[in-house]
């Protein structure tokens, strides 16, 4: 049966603009929500337990990063969005997983959506959408669920290691995004085992009965991949260009050391890309030699058989008058005959490599 298809289209239809409206699957999901509040010398780490003991950090002399698990608590999202004065389009992008990456200027932050990606247990790709705010001395970050690829920043921050405790939130967000662009990296390895595996199996002969499939399925894997990585490029590039208060010029070296990244994964997405496609001629192609190799054998066999047939066919008439008939060694000299002819056939086919 074909996959059940869900159109997350549906649940914003007829929506007023700027309805706050999740549109992802994870509603059991539970709201957790972390901070870290820090300066060179102290470090903060807290677990909140309401969206109300987070509005204290908006004006510290410290810096602060939020991050919120749970999309699906659009009450308490938009309770955070006002109280930071966040645009009602960007709570509404905030829980609208189908976003595209971008990057939306606004006077006093600026909201950065962007796809983090990576392999679950099963080997299965997961696509999730993250979104940052980057304000004056705060980043507020929102996920779908929890887990993420953030944990060495948070080790970062915990211990001082580094300069993300030295510098501002242009720092902390750039080392977030960094984070994400380096997990793609990990993404194009296993994408390129995969390919190699593939390979390894359709030169050796070793394929299995769904390998066409098996490649479809990765096929889509990368374009999935290519969708969530070539729009990033864009963004970062306008930040590199952006001349916000809120991007230091300091700043702006390590935002394109990102682009020069997200680059290289462009590029060796491109690569497989095109690998994936040889790919499957390839595989087209080795079934179409196995198929003539059979044809070959069959056309072979029914070539030293055809002969052979005429003359049982000959010898097989109901005439009552045939000259060899009557001769007492005439069956063991019509099979000498055949036999001879077989093997004669046999020596021209393996002279020719046919055989």
């Known amino acids: 049966m074909p996959k059940k298809r869900v159109y997350r289209s549906k649940k914003k239809l007829g929506q007023i603009p700027g309805s706050v409206v999740y549109t992802g699957e994870r509603s059991k999901e539970k709201l957790h929500l972390e901070a870290f509040d820090y300066t060179k010398e102290n470090c903060t780490e807290l677990d909140l337990k309401s969206v109300t003991e987070s509005f204290d950090f908006k004006h510290t002399n410290s810096t602060t990063w939020i991050n919120v698990n749970g999309l699906n608590y659009v009450d308490e999202i938009e309770q955070l969005g006002n109280h930071y004065e966040l645009h009602p389009l960007v709570l509404e992008d905030i829980v609208n997983i189908a976003q595209r990456p971008k990057i939306d200027e606004y006077d006093n932050y600026l909201f ?3 796809k983090m990606l990576y392999y679950d247990k099963n080997q299965n790709i997961v696509s999730e959408q993250v979104s940052f705010i980057l304000g004056k001395n705060y980043v507020l970050s929102f996920q779908e669920a929890e887990g993420d690829v953030f944990d060495a920043v948070r080790d970062r921050i915990r211990q001082a290691k580094g300069r993300v405790r030295h510098m501002q939130a242009d720092y902390l967000l750039y080392t977030l995004i960094d984070a994400i662009v ?11 085992d995969k390919i190699e595996d593939f390979e390894t199996a359709i030169f050796s002969g070793e394929v299995d009965d769904d390998i066409s499939q098996k ?3 990765l096929k889509r894997e990368i374009l999935r991949v290519r969708r969530a990585i070539f729009p990033l490029r864009e963004v970062i590039n306008r930040i590199e260009k952006n001349e916000s208060p809120l991007i230091q010029k300091k700043t702006i070296t390590y935002y394109r050391d990102i682009y020069d990244h997200l680059i ?3 590029e060796n997405i491109d690569i497989y890309r095109e690998m994936i496609w040889s790919l499957m001629d390839m595989y087209m192609t080795t079934i179409s030699n196995k198929m003539n190799e059979v044809m070959k054998v069959l056309t072979i066999m029914a070539s030293i058989f055809i002969p052979l047939t005429f003359i049982a066919g000959i010898y097989g008439m109901n005439f009552e008058y045939i000259p060899e008939l009557q001769y007492k060694y005439s069956y063991f000299i019509l099979w000498g005959a055949m036999i001879v002819m077989f093997l004669g056939m046999l020596y021209y086919f393996r002279k020719k490599k046919w055989l």
């Open 264 to 266: 290289q994964v462009s």
């Open 112 to 114: 950065v959506v962007l």
């Open 215 to 217: 490649i479809q399925n």
């Open 182 to 192: 380096d997990h793609y990296f990990s993404v194009i390895e296993i994408l390129g």
